[in-house]
């Protein structure tokens, strides 16, 4: 069974900070990685996605990477702004069966001015 | 550009009443999903289609049931609510694998808070 782990679950940081956020994943037949962003009360809204075959992506001041050997992603978050204080959630998608995709508890980021 | 169309937004049931969830997508979405998130909990999948008039059951489906008559529309219902049913309700999408053009790519709508008293 699929494992998605992100650590750490919480973190603060100073306005102008790089920050990295984890994601860990227990199998590696995968066919794709999506971060998402989820702001309080509201629903999740999707940052980026990684295809199985590709080694990052990147969105503006953010950029995701992808090894699928090691069952790892990190979010890179350039010069941090209170606005992208949030939670973070990656998800996996399986490359075989229904799909039915594996989440991760979030880290929530705190951004302070 | 609507997406994913979740209605209602708020409700508040008493323990013991029914009511229905409605999930819309037009993207022509093979997959719907149904989640429930709770504080520490994460999100958790309760039932999925993965086309019309077909569900599944997913991590936690009891007291809910689901149906998918038409391909735009996955409907979540509360036979008899409980206070555990308390909590925010999100409906996903996507395509199925292999399914041009196919990136995968999940669709979440604005969520459903329910209040079950």
């Known amino acids: 069974k699929q494992e998605v782990t992100q650590i750490p679950a919480a973190l603060s940081v100073p306005e102008g900070e790089n920050l990295v956020l984890n994601c860990s994943f227990t199998d590696s037949a995968i066919y794709n990685l999506q971060w998402f962003r989820q702001d309080p009360g509201k629903g999740l809204t999707s940052l980026l996605l990684i295809q199985s075959s590709q080694r990052e992506q990147t969105s503006g001041r953010l950029n995701a990477s992808l090894d699928k050997s090691s069952g790892r992603s990190t979010l890179y978050i350039a010069a941090s702004q209170p606005g992208d204080s949030a939670t973070y959630l990656c998800a996996v998608r399986p490359n075989s069966g229904y799909s039915t995709l594996t989440f991760g508890k979030g880290t929530m980021l705190l951004v302070s001015p | 550009n609507a997406g994913v169309t979740q209605t209602p937004k708020f409700r508040v049931l008493k323990t013991g009443q029914s009511m229905t969830l409605l999930c819309a997508q037009d993207?022509?979405?093979?997959?719907m999903y149904w989640y429930r998130q709770d504080p520490g909990m994460g999100l958790r999948l309760i039932h999925y289609?993965?086309?019309?008039?077909?569900?599944a059951k997913g991590e936690v489906p009891d007291g809910y049931n689901v149906s998918r008559l038409k391909k735009q529309n996955f409907l979540l219902g509360l036979e008899s609510a409980a206070p555990s049913q308390t909590s925010v309700y999100f409906c996903?999408?996507?395509?199925?694998?292999?399914?041009?053009?196919?990136?995968?790519?999940?669709?979440f709508g604005e969520g459903s808070r329910l209040t079950v008293l």
């Open positions: 289609s993965v086309g019309e008039g077909t569900t």
């Open positions: 996903a999408s996507t395509r199925r694998l292999g399914a041009p053009p196919n990136t995968g790519e999940l669709f």
């Open positions: 993207m022509n979405h093979e997959y």
